[in-house]
C-alpha cells in the first residue's frame, strides 16, 4: 500500500439509499418526507421515503439528485443494485393518445388537431408520460374528437367531416 492509498471502504446497508435523478419539470413536485416505491433489478419492491432533492443541477444531464431511504434490515439489498424509483404525485386529468396523433402549429408548439363544432382546431399540449400504447397529454378539455388520421393535412376552422373510431382501435 501506498500512504495516503484507500485501505478500506465502509458501507451502511440499513437503511439503504437509493439515488435517482429527476427532470426539471418535475423536481418541484417532488419534496424530502414523500413516499416512494422503488422496483429493483431482481424484481423485488421497497418503500421508502425521499429524505433529500439537490437544489443543484447536474451541469451535464440538466436533472437534480433525489435521495430515498428505504429499510433493509435484514440486508439483502446490495448496495449498487439497479432500482426503478417511483414517486406518486398528484392525480390529474389526462388523454391517452396515439403518438401519431401529435403535431406542430406554425409556431412550433406540440399539440393535436381537434374536431370541433365541424371545423379543426389546433390545441397545445403538454406530454404528461409514455405508455405502450401511447402518450398521456394533459391540456385537452375534459371531452374532445382528436383528429388521428389526417391531421397533418388540416388547418385551424378547416371544415371538416368526422368519422369515428373505436376509441380503442387507435391505441392497440
Known amino acids: 500500500m501506498q500512504p495516503g492509498a484507500v485501505c ?47 437544489r443543484a443541477a447536474d451541469e451535464a444531464t440538466r436533472t437534480f439528485r433525489v435521495e430515498v431511504a428505504a429499510a433493509n434490515p435484514a440486508l439483502d439489498i446490495r448496495d449498487g443494485m ?45 406530454i404528461m408520460g409514455e405508455a405502450a400504447g401511447g402518450v398521456w397529454l394533459d391540456g385537452l378539455p375534459p371531452r374532445a374528437t382528436i383528429i388521428v388520421v389526417g391531421q397533418e393535412f388540416v388547418s385551424d376552422g378547416h371544415p371538416l367531416t368526422v368519422t369515428l373510431t373505436d376509441k380503442n382501435a387507435a391505441l392497440r
Open 8 to 54: 478500506a471502504t465502509l458501507i451502511a446497508l440499513d437503511p439503504i439509499l437509493l439515488v435517482g435523478y429527476a427532470a426539471e419539470r418535475d423536481v418541484d413536485k417532488l419534496a424530502v418526507g414523500d413516499p416512494a416505491t422503488a422496483r429493483l433489478a431482481n424484481g423485488r419492491a421497497v418503500e421508502g421515503a425521499i429524505r433529500f432533492v439537490s
Open 82 to 126: 439497479t432500482a426503478e424509483i417511483m414517486v406518486a404525485l398528484s392525480a390529474a386529468p389526462a388523454h391517452l393518445v396515439p403518438q401519431s396523433a401529435l403535431t406542430l402549429d406554425d409556431a412550433g408548439r406540440l399539440g393535436v388537431r381537434l374536431a370541433d363544432g365541424g371545423a379543426a382546431r389546433f390545441v397545445p399540449v403538454t
